[in-house]
């Protein structure tokens, strides 16, 4: 219960802005405005936000709702899986981040692996489709199904970037301080499944 807040302000979010782009009565417009902002005034008490921010974070979007995108790259070599230091907490993750509009799943992939690491690769499976809300991450504003994608490295080499301040390689039985925002200790056991076994059927949610 100590996050329901959250789910009911992401709940009339979405309702408000279903009701925005479909309803065409005036005053169902305004009702459905209302509710959007009772939603941005639940996530600006509960996070001591300020509303103008929680609004353009959280509420800044139009047309049917949907579940963002976030899509990882899990690279292997030597028995060891390839991690960045995440700038914005100082933990690790998989490279990765939101899916990009006019870019499909294996392109984005590509894209982040080689902004975040320096390596190129290419993609060569997907291993899982998860849902966060079905997992230990620390609470978030916005649904989100996360794709793992198996990569292979094509060449390139260990480079930070923008957003990332190291680039290592790591044991599973030796991880470093996790990210858990983007990724958790049981998700990264799970992708070590694959390694061990690559017929190792889709995960999903």
């Keep these: 219960m100590a996050c329901k807040w959250l789910d009911w302000a992401k709940e009339l979010q979405s309702m ?52 963002k995108v976030d899509i990882r790259a899990v690279v292997f070599k030597d028995n060891k899986i390839l991690m960045v230091r995440e700038k914005a907490d100082g933990g690790w993750s998989l490279p990765g981040g939101w899916a990009d509009i006019g870019l499909t799943p294996s392109e984005i992939v590509v894209k982040e692996a080689k902004e975040e690491s320096g390596f190129d690769v290419k993609a060569t499976k997907l291993l899982a489709v998860l849902d966060k809300k079905c997992h230990p991450h620390p609470p978030s504003p916005y649904h989100v199904y996360k794709m793992f994608i198996q990569c292979e490295i094509i060449g390139g080499q260990a480079k930070e970037g923008i957003e990332t301040s190291a680039v290592g390689f790591f044991d599973e039985n030796e991880l470093p301080k996790l990210s858990v925002e983007r990724n958790t200790d049981s998700q990264i056991k799970m992708l070590f499944e694959y390694l061990r076994n690559p017929s190792k059927k889709v995960e999903y949610d």
């Design 16 to 67: 408000a802005q279903e009701g925005l782009t479909y309803s065409k009565d005036i005053y169902d417009l305004e009702r459905f405005e209302r509710l959007r902002q009772i939603s941005i005034e639940i996530m600006s008490e509960y996070t001591n936000m300020e509303m103008e921010i929680v609004k353009e974070l959280f509420a800044n979007e139009t047309g049917y709702a949907t579940p």
